[in-house]
């Protein structure tokens, strides 16, 4: 079976978020599981920062944005430690800045992003054309993606080459949807009959994850909980109608975790590797954490958070919460950067109480092992979260979870109160309604289970003896594939 993945962003050539984690590893375990499989992506500035070996092909053509020619030059690289082929599809003018999708150190989208991603979408038909064989499978991935199916039906629909060809499309996050003027319909190429509410148009606007979902013979999404909540009004994104006209063909797929790039045992990274047989480890990264953020060595817990500072997070929740937080004997961890509202909060709050408060507003790769390593608690109170990575990260590193039971950490993580923690699947705390004293009360819940020793290194063994293996989302989309191609 020879499969296409299309992403926006891969890991360790471009990455804003876990999407480019994702479009790493799932190329790795279809192809150890015997599936032939290329990746495409844009060339961004940022793909030559990442110290990786990329070749300029001999393939350049054009496509038409609207009544422009555009040129496309094709560079290509494999995916380190692998032999699986990715290709860079490459114009300065789209591509030659230092953002993915919006202005560095803002969230404000570049006003061309329509244009950008019409000629990803139309170049990786392009490329396609010209490598053999013909894809079985395109896979593609989030709004930026969203054409290709409908290409596929229309202005491709007669190629000899796309014939046998299915797609799915997958949805990492359906708050982000690719909404751009009615009048960005002129660069498509696509009839403006298509402009049409039962197919590309959304409140006046073009939508293009609507027209991948549409378009597309099959769609997932990370988790099984999400898929189901998609499909409803309160976490439907305005779309929930839309996804239930598609309903048998939606599934849940949890993502799994990188174990040779997070787990404990082997981690470069932190300070002391350790296992659930052997946990000493983990105290030296408690206290090397503390020394790095300059945190008095005390042995209280260290409550962490590893996120986008974005509304979906919850963290209006934590900020209601913050001065009884503190008033309890613990110390506070933050890692991430976002909106300036809650970069301001954390930032503040570190320099009142530099002693209980570390906020780190940056991305950091290494940080976030040492604080996985070096944390007790791992907060995740979202609003809503289609899969989740970091509670994965957690359990694997002894750090207790407390999430709120959404998507996929309603999938992931089991409140002792429901799981008895001797039969080893309770690995963490939860709570339903989206509230902060809800969430206030399970940290005080997991702070006195805490003073247990005993039972919370059983908690702690629990989650990381826990594996959640690419390998067996890898094999239930290769089963999702076989499906689409018998129909």
């Keep these: 079976m020879n499969v296409v993945y299309l992403s926006s962003e891969v890991l360790p050539f471009a990455k804003s978020g876990g999407l480019a984690d994702i479009s790493s ?131 491709y629909g007669n190629n000899e080459c796309f014939k046998k060809t299915r797609t799915i499309m997958t949805i990492h996050n359906l708050a982000f949807q690719g909404l751009f003027p009615a009048d960005c319909m002129k660069y498509t190429g696509l009839d403006w009959g298509l402009f049409h509410p039962a197919y590309l148009e959304f409140y006046g606007m073009i939508n293009f994850l609507k027209a991948g979902i549409i378009f597309s013979d099959s769609i997932t999404t990370v988790s099984e909980t999400y898929a189901e909540e998609i499909q409803t009004q309160e976490f439907g994104e305005r779309l929930d109608g839309v996804l239930r006209t598609r309903s048998k063909d939606i599934y849940g797929i949890l993502n799994g975790i990188d174990y040779s790039l997070w787990n404990p045992e082997s981690d470069a990274l932190i300070a002391a590797n350790y296992s659930y047989k052997d946990l000493s480890g983990k105290h030296v990264c408690k206290k090397a954490l503390q020394r790095k953020l300059g945190l008095p060595e005390k042995a209280v817990p260290i409550i962490a958070m590893i996120t986008r500072l974005t509304d979906q997070k919850g963290l209006d929740l934590v900020m209601n919460i913050f001065n009884k937080l503190l008033r309890l004997d613990i110390q506070f961890v933050l890692l991430g950067s976002g909106e300036s509202v809650y970069q301001d909060f954390f930032k503040q709050y570190a320099k009142i109480v530099p002693a209980k408060v570390s906020a780190n507003i940056s991305f950091n790769e290494p940080l976030a092992h040492e604080i996985e390593a070096g944390a007790d608690i791992f907060l995740m109170p979202s609003r809503y979260e289609p899969c989740g990575l970091n509670q994965l990260y957690s359990i694997k590193y002894g750090t207790v979870p407390i999430v709120r039971h959404t998507g996929g950490l309603a999938d992931t993580i089991f409140d002792v109160r429901h799981e008895k923690v001797y039969k080893e699947k309770a690995n963490g705390f939860s709570f339903k309604e989206y509230n902060a004293d809800l969430l206030y009360a399970t940290i005080i819940r997991a702070l006195d289970f805490y003073k247990n020793r005993s039972e919370w290194t059983k908690l702690m063994r629990n989650g990381m003896k826990q594996n959640w293996l690419w390998e067996e989302s890898a094999r239930k989309y290769i089963s999702l594939y076989e499906k689409i191609l018998r129909n």
Excluded at 117 to 131: D, K, T, Y
Excluded at 140 to 147: A, E, K, P
């Design 25 to 155: 590893v799932i190329p790795k375990n279809l192809n150890k599981l015997g599936i032939n499989v290329i990746v495409i992506m844009p060339f961004y500035n940022m793909v030559k920062e990442c110290n990786c070996t990329i070749d300029k092909t001999d393939i350049t053509f054009t496509v038409n944005i609207g009544d422009d020619a555009k040129t496309c030059c094709v560079y290509k690289s494999c995916l380190p430690g692998t032999d699986i082929p990715i290709f860079f599809l490459h114009n300065e003018h789209y591509f030659g800045r230092n953002g993915l999708y919006n202005y560095p150190g803002t969230m404000r989208n570049y006003e061309d992003n329509c244009e950008r991603f019409v000629f990803f979408a139309r170049s990786a038909l392009e490329l396609m054309l010209r490598l053999k064989p013909c894809p079985d499978i395109i896979h593609c991935n989030d709004w930026q993606t969203g054409l290709i199916p409908v290409y596929l039906k229309t202005i």
